[in-house]
């Protein structure tokens, strides 16, 4: 199995910052593309951002110039920096990541999901 866990969520003030990390366990071979996406009440899951295993990266619209993603290969972890934060960037942030696992002797690309973390931006 494998697990992605989330952190570094909270309750900011607009104009703020935060960063969230995200690490994967658990049994796999490697990890593809990993990426942040975020859930508001009432809306459906978007994109945040996503960044290859070579490192190349994607932004939604909404957070490009104040949002930047990286990863840490070694550590199967990537990190999302948020700055200049406002109350539309109140969600909660899902980490994802395209894993390769071996599974009834076949490698499978396999994408899973962590828990969430909950992301306020609020006065």
């Known amino acids: 199995q494998v697990q992605l866990v989330e952190s570094g969520g909270g309750l900011v003030q607009p104009g703020g910052s935060l960063r969230l990390s995200c690490t994967a366990s658990?049994?796999?071979?490697?990890?593809?593309?990993m990426g942040w996406y975020r859930q508001a009440p009432g809306k459906q899951r978007e994109l945040v951002a996503t960044?290859?295993?070579?490192?190349?990266?994607n932004y939604a619209d909404s957070v490009k110039g104040r949002c930047t993603i990286s990863r840490d290969n070694a550590k199967n972890t990537v990190y999302l920096n948020m700055n200049g934060l406002n109350a539309e960037d109140t969600a909660v942030y899902y980490c994802n990541a395209d894993v390769n696992r071996w599974l009834g002797g076949l490698l499978r690309n396999v994408g899973y999901w962590g828990q969430g973390t909950q992301v306020t931006v609020s006065s």
């Open positions: 658990g049994s796999f071979r490697s990890i593809n593309d």
């Open positions: 960044i290859t295993s070579y490192g190349s990266t």
